[in-house]
């Protein structure tokens, strides 16, 4: 009986620790299912039209995106990923190219003038969603920009 006990208080505070708030273990987990990441510069590259941003240009639209404020998220339906991945739209997008190990993810970043549209692709994996950013969404390069 003592021994049910004891093992079951060492089970729950080993829980306890692997689930609580701070815990790395829980960060790590939320981590995976993140629909719209926090992204370090140092391991981004920014593309518009085909060319690469300076680097200060792309720490500041790296930070613009990660201050953005989630809006909602896009229901892709099985087929329809072309539609989203290149849409009938005349804006141009920026494109992030984030690699980590293996994984390779890009997102297509649409800015209109009340919000700014996300494409999110992994493998065969498409996700949309959308954002509201003031800076994003004014953010344009100087003419002299892009290297």
Do not use: C
């Not at 009986?1 to 306890?16: D, E, P, Q, R, Y």
């Not at 987990?29 to 590259?45: A, N, Q, R």
């Not at 549209?117 to 953010?139: I, P, R, T």
């Amino acid at each position: 009986m003592t021994w049910t006990v004891v093992i079951s208080l060492v089970i729950g505070f080993i829980l306890k620790f692997l689930l609580s708030p701070p815990s790395a273990m829980v960060g790590w987990v939320l981590g995976k299912f993140e629909l719209h990441p926090k992204l370090e510069s140092k391991e981004v590259t920014v593309t518009f039209n085909g060319k690469n941003l300076k680097e200060e240009e792309k720490v500041r639209f790296t930070d613009y995106f990660n201050e953005a404020d989630f809006l909602k998220k896009y229901y892709i339906f099985p087929g329809n990923e072309k539609l989203f991945l290149h849409p009938e739209t005349n804006v141009t997008p920026f494109v992030i190219n984030v690699k980590k190990g293996k994984k390779e993810v890009y997102f297509f970043v649409y800015n209109y003038d009340n919000h700014v549209d996300v494409v999110k692709q992994s493998k065969k994996k498409v996700v949309s969603y959308s954002l509201s950013s003031d800076n994003l969404q004014k953010f344009t390069l100087p003419t002299k920009g892009l290297a």
